[in-house]
């Protein structure tokens, strides 16, 4: 007893641990709890010293493996498959906080009369100071801490993104510590030493990794180009010059299409960021697979990956058209939900079941699914729910608003979302009429029930077992698919021969191959399709996919086999309605193996081919002839009742009208 009355750090770290164990993600040795720990280490040690007038500093350094410990405990019961890491990462958050602690106690104690206000003060200080400089002026979406060591990016991104900034950064908070030890002792070289290693370290933040500023930014893109209301970046050795185009008429008709849809146009011109991989936007935003729009900044931007870019400018730039009617300064609203909600109910169709029929699907499943809706708006609920539910939930419900009570409440409510003021009722009342609305829809797209079921099935980062975790044959197939190369791909197979998706990567490589060298002789054609046959062998039969049976079907082709037609149905059996395009192509290949093709796939073939020609006109300018073929698609989808596809048309018929007007001007 009287040794912990000498040592209450002890018993601290124990409770913040036990704490710490009742919070889903903070319960185990990692990033979440680090911060928190460090935070807390930071306090406690520089007070411990100032009670013990500077004595027992190494005490310190020692006291938070207490917690360290206890953390480690909980693994009982709250697995980290990713401990090491972890462990590196706890290291790096505490422990320069305990240096600044006790460094900023030597320096109170000896210049400031040992006052512990100026202590705890200048703690809260540098914590909230931090992130405000960072996020709320950088185009960046971590922050590292001088005591709470950091936030390493969004939420959503459930892999972690560690660059080599955060232990810069946590080495210059060692760095700062000797200054103020040596501000303290009236070492006066410490002094110059450290504080020229801070002036140069803080001169450099952008290439040090220790922040971005937007200018260090906007130099890594080689390329830059104009048009009416925005600025594209983007890297030309990634860029072809079709997608380089591409991307200026997607961002063309976004702007115009929001414009006229809102009724408002953004402040300043749009920055928007193409970065050639989600890799390479990690590096320098902190954002890996989060595409974002930091509307809080005073320059509107967006961050889109670009060969993803059709999939997520769209959603994004809502972000920035709805910061001319947020709040003040944030630009946002006073709602989560509603930022996000907005975002989903005016980004573009795109194909898969609409927002309101996966939730009235899901409704359908479960009763009171959609009164979740309530909770979704609020900030705590949206950012701690999972994210499918979240998105979807709040997108069909504003879209539903601005379709029934028009855009203008919308863009009134949306800041401050006072629902009494704007719509003289209360939420708990429109989600009501809303509920309404939703089980009156006649009838559901096809892949709604399933399509549901899916993605919001998928856990949140508080509720998964084992958060952060990525194993290392998904890290590996992923860098192998990155280097396109074979070898790599077959040395992921040889390491995990049972990892399903490598194998059928490395089989999809090599039927490209095959389809290569149709115009080669015929022996070496029957060795190519003996490789992918001899790779998807071994893949257990309840373990083959609509995607098996397509490759396999390729390689019987190429042996000439009977079998071909019968794999390639099997395949097209197996895959999704929503994946128009694999039909599309699966099909096809029915017919080159002499299969009968079913009347409505032959359909859906025709519709999905008018869908692609009408695209193909639009690229190469002829526009007019672009829309008739949109046109005869729509009419189709129309026919076949694929009530996903009708909408795409829809949007994709008002751009092609758009643009000969916009043409004519
Ligand atoms: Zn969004």
Request: aromatic share 12%; charged share 20%; with cysteine.
């Amino acid at each position: 007893m009287s040794h912990l009355g000498r040592h209450p750090e002890v018993v601290l770290y124990t409770v913040l641990a036990w704490m710490l164990w009742l919070v889903p993600v903070f319960d185990r040795l990692h990033v979440e709890s680090g911060a928190v720990v460090a935070s807390v280490a930071f306090f406690t040690s520089g007070l411990g010293m100032l009670r013990r007038k500077c004595d027992g500093a190494r005490l310190q350094f020692v006291y938070p493996l207490v917690a360290a410990a206890w953390l480690t405990v909980s693994m009982l019961w709250a697995p980290n498959c990713d401990y090491l890491r972890g462990a590196v990462l706890f290291a790096t958050f505490v422990f320069p906080s305990v240096a600044l602690g006790v460094a900023m106690a030597v320096f109170v104690h000896v210049r400031a009369g040992g006052r512990r206000w100026i202590l705890v003060a200048s703690g809260l200080l540098i914590m909230v100071i931090g992130p405000v400089y960072d996020l709320g002026f950088h185009p960046q979406f971590y922050t590292y801490n001088h005591v709470f060591g950091g936030v390493l990016g969004p939420i959503y991104d459930d892999e972690l993104v560690i660059r080599p900034g955060v232990f810069l950064f946590r080495l210059f908070t060692f760095v700062w510590a000797g200054l103020l030890v040596g501000l303290a002792l009236g070492r006066w070289r410490l002094v110059g030493a450290t504080a020229l290693l801070l002036a140069v370290g803080y001169s450099q933040a952008g290439p040090l990794g220790i922040n971005t500023p937007q200018t260090y930014l906007e130099e890594q893109f080689s390329e830059r180009t104009s048009g009416d209301g925005y600025e594209l970046f983007f890297y030309s050795a990634q860029v072809t010059d079709s997608l380089a185009r591409d991307m200026r008429d997607e961002m063309d008709w976004h702007m115009h299409r929001l414009d006229s849809l809102l009724g408002v146009r953004p402040s300043g011109r749009v920055r928007v960021y193409a970065w050639p991989s989600a890799d390479e936007r990690a590096r320098r935003t902190g954002a890996r697979y989060t595409s974002v729009a930091p509307v809080w900044l005073g320059v509107p931007q967006i961050h889109v990956v670009a060969d993803q870019f059709s999939r997520f400018a769209s959603h994004e730039l809502v972000h920035v058209f709805s910061r001319e009617f947020g709040l003040p300064v944030i630009r946002a609203s006073t709602m989560a939900g509603l930022v996000e909600g907005l975002a989903v109910a005016l980004e573009s169709p795109n194909g898969g079941a609409p927002a309101d029929h996966l939730v009235a699907a899901a409704a359908g499943q479960e009763a009171d699914f959609s009164r979740g809706v309530e909770r979704a708006l609020t900030p705590a609920g949206f950012w701690t729910g999972r994210g499918a539910v979240s998105y979807t939930t709040t997108g069909s419900f504003v879209a539903w608003l601005g379709r029934t009570y028009g855009v203008e409440r919308l863009k009134q409510v949306y800041a401050r979302a006072d629902f009494e003021r704007v719509y003289g009722k209360d939420v708990g009342d429109l989600v009501n009429e809303w509920q309404l609305y939703l089980a009156q829809i006649p009838v559901l797209a096809r892949t709604a029930g399933p399509e549901a079921r899916r993605s919001f099935s998928r856990l949140s980062l508080f509720e998964q077992q084992c958060p952060h975790y990525v194993p290392p044959r998904v890290r590996a197939l992923r860098l192998a698919l990155q280097a396109d190369s074979h070898e790599a791909l077959q040395a992921v197979v040889a390491e995990w021969p049972d990892y399903v998706s490598a194998r059928l990567a490395l089989a999809g490589a090599l039927a490209d191959v095959l389809s290569d060298t149709l115009t080669a002789d015929g022996a070496a054609r029957r060795e190519a399709a003996a490789a992918v046959q001899a790779i998807l062998h071994p893949i257990p039969r309840e373990r083959r996919n609509a995607l098996w049976y397509e490759l396999a079907a390729r390689a019987a082709q190429a042996m000439e086999s009977e079998r071909a037609a019968s794999l390639v149905q099997e395949s097209i059996w197996r895959t999704r309605v929503d994946y128009r395009r694999e039909r599309t192509r699966r099909g096809l290949l029915l017919d080159a193996t002499g299969g009968s093709v079913p009347s409505g796939l032959a359909s859906e073939i025709n519709a999905y081919k008018k869908w692609a020609q009408s695209r193909m006109f639009y690229a190469s300018g002829d526009i007019e002839a672009a829309r008739g073929r949109a046109r005869e698609a729509r009419f189709l989808y129309v026919e076949m009742g694929d009530v996903a596809m009708v909408p795409v048309l829809d949007e994709w018929i008002q751009r092609t009208t758009w643009r000969l007007t916009a043409d004519i001007r």
